[in-house]
């Protein structure tokens, strides 16, 4: 056996945690730190995980440097960028892959992009992004028969898009795209998620102009971006969520620190739901059961600063432990649930409902299609007394919500795939143990 946990549970779990940073900021900090050609970037809090290893690894591949100078704090040099088509292995093993577009375009003034990868949640098409792109004035074409991406740029980007649904990393692009833009380019229906509001304001800190009122983001073109001091990047609400959702579950009180009060509040309104107590204390927030019973909370996952897709899986895991009945519909991706056959290895009494949408097409967030068949809803009962299990992780945060489901069994479980959630969680392993939780891997 390898690449799996053995876990063994049934603590009530209690301790502090300091988070690590943001995954999904820290990526694209480093990628826009690509447009940067002829200076040094350094950034802070950045987490040594295997996503942040993996597109290390792919930005060196096209000349790029990149080294930790202390743990955290990563020095990137884009000086000697050389190569403008990105390798089809390894862009397959992370997603933000494709915002390498920015850079390499104004880098050669064209580039070459495969199919990103990532977890399998759901389809995750680019074509929000594609058509946001050539509004602004590139030229793109996709190959079936290479599976590249061909991307010129004949100018400077301008104009205006406004994109059909909100997109996170599609918004995130299309800002790196403006940045050197001609005169202004004006986006509208952006996503508001905490981690663009990060990579704007490095940007801003490094001499660009991008304006946010909510929704609508304008830029106005620089010619060029001038590094001044090291950035830091935001902490990671998703790695918060799983420790509370762990602790609490566990019946335990859990310290996590430092954290922004905006980027959790959808989520602390659902825990207040449940009957649990959230304390603010400076940047850390305490969190334990008022009392011995959670009470059953429903749940529908939308974009920030809705309740996240991402902490769905542990907030499934959360419920098993609250007494009735919990809804939980997911809205953002078509196939986030491949965690609930799994969890009813461990005893999870779980059923899949057929949810009536009056206009599909605009209550969920993907591409939806009339003639498919698609499970977005489940009903959870509880409270449930897990039993041991030998579980299989199929991606990021269905492997975290599984870890969480282990912790709360007396005595031993396996977890193979492990390795899945060092893409997304630093020191897991050790920070469980930490909270008195056995956990080892193998």
């Not at 997109?167 to 001609?182: N, P, R, Y």
């Amino acid at each position: 056996m390898e690449d799996a946990f053995i876990v063994n549970g049934g603590k009530k779990l209690k301790g502090e945690i300091t988070l690590s940073g943001a995954k999904n900021a820290a990526l694209k900090l480093i990628i826009a730190s690509l447009l940067f050609d002829n200076k040094k970037v350094i950034l802070e809090n950045i987490p040594q995980i295997k996503d942040v290893k993996e597109l290390i690894h792919l930005i060196e591949q096209l000349g790029a440097k990149a080294k930790f100078i202390e743990k955290n704090t990563l020095e990137i040099d884009a000086s000697n960028l050389k190569v403008n088509k990105v390798d089809m292995l390894h862009a397959s093993k992370i997603r933000v892959s494709f915002m390498l577009f920015a850079p390499l375009l104004y880098k050669f003034g064209e580039c070459f992009i495969p199919n990103p990868g990532g977890c399998r949640i759901g389809a995750r098409p680019i074509d929000r992004v594609i058509e946001g792109m050539k509004a602004l004035g590139v030229e793109v074409t996709y190959s079936s028969d290479t599976g590249y991406y061909h991307a010129v740029l004949k100018k400077k980007p301008s104009g205006f898009y406004r994109f059909k649904k909100p997109t996170h990393t599609g918004t995130e692009l299309l800002i790196m795209l403006s940045v050197f833009c001609k005169d202004k380019v004006v986006l509208e229906n952006c996503a508001l998620e905490p981690e663009i509001d990060n990579l704007i304001e490095f940007l801003n800190q490094s001499g660009a102009k991008i304006k946010r009122q909510k929704y609508k983001i304008e830029i106005e073109g620089v010619k060029k971006l001038n590094f001044l001091k090291p950035f830091k990047v935001i902490s990671d609400r998703n790695e918060a969520v799983t420790f509370i959702s762990l602790v609490i579950a566990s019946f335990g009180k859990i310290k996590i620190k430092p954290i922004d009060e905006d980027s959790l509040f959808a989520f602390h309104q659902k825990l207040k739901e449940a009957g649990v107590s959230v304390l603010k204390e400076g940047d850390s927030f305490i969190y334990h059961p008022y009392g011995p019973i959670l009470k059953s909370t429903n749940i529908e996952t939308s974009p920030h600063p809705g309740f996240m897709t991402d902490w769905q899986p542990n907030w499934t895991v959360l419920m098993t432990q609250a007494k009735g009945e919990s809804i939980i519909v997911e809205r953002v991706f078509e196939n986030r649930f491949s965690y609930v056959s799994e969890l009813r290895k461990f005893g999870a009494k779980i059923e899949f409902l057929n949810l009536s949408v009056d206009d599909p097409e605009d209550y969920y967030f993907f591409n939806y299609e009339k003639d498919k068949n698609y499970q977005q809803a489940i009903c959870v009962y509880g409270p449930v007394k897990f039993h041991n299990a030998v579980v299989n992780v199929f991606d990021l945060r269905a492997g975290a919500s599984l870890a969480v489901a282990a912790l709360l069994v007396k005595g031993e479980s396996v977890i193979n795939g492990a390795s899945i959630l060092k893409r997304g969680y630093e020191n897991f392993i050790e920070k469980v143990k930490s909270l008195g939780g056995e956990i080892k891997e193998i």
